[in-house]
């Protein structure tokens, strides 16, 4: 018995569809997860947030690659900047960012 293409590509989607998925996580603890710095954008400013008493490291980018200011903070620190499109960097992510 001779199957046509489409036929064969049917019965393989299906025997497919049918296995159970196994997808793989990264492993991190909640612990990784609670102590990641934050950033939020305000009229002038972006505000950083480091959770616990550690210091990180941030650098402030233009959108062009110039950087504009590099800081090492612990708790939340209001950095004012003009209105424009910047990247922010620290350890843990990379994050763009318009200041308004």
Not at 19 to 27: E, G, H, L, Q
Not at 35 to 59: R, T
Not at 73 to 100: A, F, H, N
Request: proline share 5%.
């Amino acid at each position: 018995m001779k199957l046509s293409r489409i036929a064969i590509i049917a019965i393989l989607s299906l025997a497919f569809i049918s296995m159970p998925t196994m997808v793989a996580y990264p492993s991190t603890t909640i612990q990784s997860v609670i102590n990641v710095p934050a950033m939020k954008a305000g009229h002038g400013y972006i505000e950083l947030s480091v959770p616990g008493d550690e210091a990180i490291s941030f650098a402030i980018y233009s959108i062009t690659g110039q950087s504009i200011k590099t800081i090492t903070i612990s708790g939340t620190m209001k950095v004012e900047l003009p209105r424009g499109y910047y990247i922010v960097r620290c350890d843990q992510w990379s994050k763009t960012v318009v200041v308004k």
